[in-house]
């Protein structure tokens, strides 16, 4: 299966960091930036926000399917009375259901046609987790839970967006270094 590659960064290279020819003499410069980052979905729920479309899961499927095309978004949750995660239902889910029980899917309920026992994180999970998760799932869309409530949601999107903005700044970085 496939997964994300794993980037090695400065602090994974310590011979490059702590560089020293002698200990009094030509130690190499300090690089500013690449101290272990606290990247991890409290973060990333910080840079985004946290508001998420939730339904009923006794909404029709017609309504998710207008909601999705009108907030222009790929997932949305599904809390039970109590504002606990039920489920999740995709663009994907009901294009399955749809290609399996043709139109009359629309007028069904989308309990029907959701994601059960839905994977969620926390918002102390790190990106690799989420990666992790997202990868050995195949899925798109991470409900997070704290204390069995929701508190965000996190996409593909916002993983990708994140790990561009570490290896810019590990670019960065290394061109810091590389130019003293």
Known sequence: ??????????????????????????????????????????????????AVVTAAPSSSVLDIVKTLADKRIGAIVL?????RVAGIVSERD???????????ILSASVADVMTRGVITCTPADTIDVLMQKMTT????HLPVV?????????????????????????ANAMKQYLST
């Open 79 to 83: 809390l039970n009375g109590e504002g």
């Open 137 to 140: 799932g195949r899925f798109r």
């Open 94 to 104: 009901i294009i399955r259901h749809l290609a399996r029980s043709g139109p009359a």
């Open 1 to 50: 299966m496939w997964q994300f590659p794993r980037l090695r960064t400065m602090r994974s290279i310590p011979e490059i960091r702590y560089l020293r020819l002698s200990p009094q003499s030509l130690a190499a410069p300090q690089v500013t930036g690449t101290e272990d980052s606290d990247m991890n979905v409290s973060t990333i729920l910080k840079e985004k926000g946290n």
């Open 146 to 170: 704290e204390h069995d409530r929701l508190v965000g949601l996190i996409s593909i999107g916002d993983v990708v967006k994140n790990r561009v903005a570490e290896v810019e700044l590990e």
